[in-house]
């Protein structure tokens, strides 16, 4: 089975780097996906991780370490609108099991 | 514009109606899947197709059936809905599973 850990809430201030953790332990693994959601919306991708190492796009990077079975979202100057849930999900050849979601509020 | 689009937006239905939600893309897209979500929870994969004819179950499939004659088109089919069920629905396509996924916006359903 999948197991999909990271924290149900976080908060941060604006111009700020926050850092989303993710941990899952996995029957199979083929990459681990990020998603933001805003309040009433639908997800937007952001982000895929194959390999070990860190993506950047932006002001959003992505790392993810397999071995580890660890992956984190990094969100630099962070703007109000960054305000929102952000789902990590894991890929397992077409099967994707999300966790719970992080939500960040971004504080003037 | 490219978009995934479902219908319908919000449905209020009462328990055993037979009820099918529409998925439609038009990104030639060959991935498609459908998620619910529930309060406080992510999104929990229901099923998915890799290509026509090809459908795998997800994470939480039980009551529920999906088709793939078409390409572009994804329904779920709940033949005997429950108030368990009742939940927000969101289907997703993409080239593949591992490429970027575009969701519809979502079907609110509410079974009683």
């Known amino acids: 089975g999948q197991n999909i850990d990271q924290p149900t809430e976080m908060t941060a201030t604006e111009g700020a780097i926050v850092q989303i953790n993710c941990t899952y332990q996995?029957?199979?693994?083929?990459?681990l996906f990020w998603y933001q959601q805003h309040a009433g919306e639908a997800p937007t991708f952001l982000s895929y991780?194959?390999?070990?190492g860190l993506e950047e796009k932006g002001r959003f990077s992505s790392f993810l370490s397999r071995s580890k079975g660890y992956s984190y979202l990094l969100l630099k100057e962070l703007q109000m609108k960054d305000s929102a849930s952000y789902l990590c999900?894991?890929?397992?050849?077409?099967?994707?099991?999300f966790g719970d979601g992080t939500t960040l509020t971004v504080k003037p | 514009e490219a978009q995934v689009t479902q219908n319908p937006r919000y449905l209020i239905t009462v328990t055993g109606k037979k009820l099918t939600v529409t998925c439609s893309q038009n990104?030639?897209?060959?991935?498609m899947s459908w998620y619910r979500q529930d309060p406080g929870l992510g999104l929990r994969q229901i099923y998915y197709?890799?290509?026509?004819?090809?459908?795998d179950k997800g994470d939480v499939p039980e009551g529920y059936k999906v088709s793939r004659k078409e390409k572009r088109n994804f329904p779920l089919i709940l033949e005997s809905p429950s108030p368990n069920q009742t939940s927000l629905y969101f289907c997703?396509?993409?080239f593949g599973y591992g490429s970027e996924a575009f969701f519809g916006q979502g079907t609110r359903l509410t079974v009683v």
């Open positions: 990104m030639n897209h060959e991935y």
């Open positions: 996995t029957s199979g693994f083929n990459g």
């Open positions: 991780n194959v390999l070990d």
């Open positions: 997703a396509s993409s």
């Open positions: 197709s890799m290509n026509v004819e090809v459908t």
């Open positions: 999900a894991v890929s397992n050849a077409g099967k994707s099991t």
